[in-house]
């Protein structure tokens, strides 16, 4: 199993311009979720997702679009990058999503808005 | 808002030393989790300890968690070269069993030295 996998790894942006942030998990599990880590202020969750088609807001979700049409794939979409979204990017998963249960994370997208 | 805080910020040790790294909480929590982020790469699950529980080992690693206190503390033993890190306590709130509420602390750099 490849686990929790991102990509790309590495991504520039312009002010204004959108991505998306591709996860992609081949554990079959129903949660999966995203991160952003920044210098000095930990992991704050952004959206997460408990199944396929199923997705809620976490701490931090303006500025960020989710969907999850299947069980496999969690992207994130950034429609207007903002400098303030320069961050490192981490998605997470477990198998059903309670809270007795570790997250798999995945390497992380590291992005920078100039 | 951040949920769990790590005590110290910053650890250097000798090799062969005992690494010992605190987290303090506000609310009630389900569980406690451990997780360890080597430089550029994901987060790994260590350990997690639920609320019932006081004390919990693997391996080289000690978890105790004091309700009454409202804090966990993380003991590496005999550490190596390897242990270098960065060490994150995350706590699910007892609102909700879901990993939808597992909050990350901003983490403990762990340095040790050969």
């Known amino acids: 199993n490849a686990g929790v996998t991102q990509t790309p790894k590495f991504q520039v942006l312009k002010t204004g311009q959108s991505m998306t942030l591709q996860c992609a998990q081949d554990?079959?599990?129903?949660?999966m979720s995203w991160y952003r880590q920044d210098p000095g202020m930990g992991l704050r969750l952004i959206h997460y997702?408990?199944?396929?088609?199923?997705?809620d807001q976490g701490e931090v979700p303006n500025g960020y679009n989710v969907s999850r049409s299947t069980t496999e794939d969690f992207p994130l979409r950034l429609l207007s990058a903002a400098p303030s979204q320069t961050s490192v990017y981490f998605c997470?998963?477990?198998?059903?999503?309670?809270?007795?249960?570790?997250?798999?994370f995945g390497s992380g997208t590291q992005l920078s808005v100039l | 808002s951040q949920q769990g805080e790590e005590d110290p910020q910053a650890l250097s040790i000798q090799e062969g030393e005992n690494a010992t790294m605190n987290c303090s909480y506000k609310?009630?929590?389900?569980?406690l989790q451990w997780y360890r982020q080597n430089s550029g790469r994901g987060l790994v699950h260590l350990i997690l300890?639920?609320?019932?529980?006081r004390e919990k080992h693997s391996g080289r690693l000690r978890v105790t968690l004091d309700t009454s206190k409202k804090s966990s503390s993380l003991l590496i033993t005999a550490s190596r070269a390897a242990d270098t890190a960065s060490y994150f306590c995350?706590?699910?709130?007892?609102?909700?069993?879901?990993?939808?509420?597992?909050?990350f602390g901003k983490g403990i750099t762990l340095s040790v030295r050969p």
């Open positions: 997470a998963s477990s198998p059903t999503g309670w809270s007795n249960e570790k997250l798999f």
């Open positions: 554990m079959n599990h129903e949660y």
């Open positions: 997702s408990v199944g396929a088609g199923i997705t």
């Open positions: 609310t009630s929590i389900n569980n």
């Open positions: 300890i639920r609320s019932n529980e």
């Open positions: 995350a706590t699910a709130r007892t609102s909700t069993g879901a990993n939808s509420k597992l909050t």
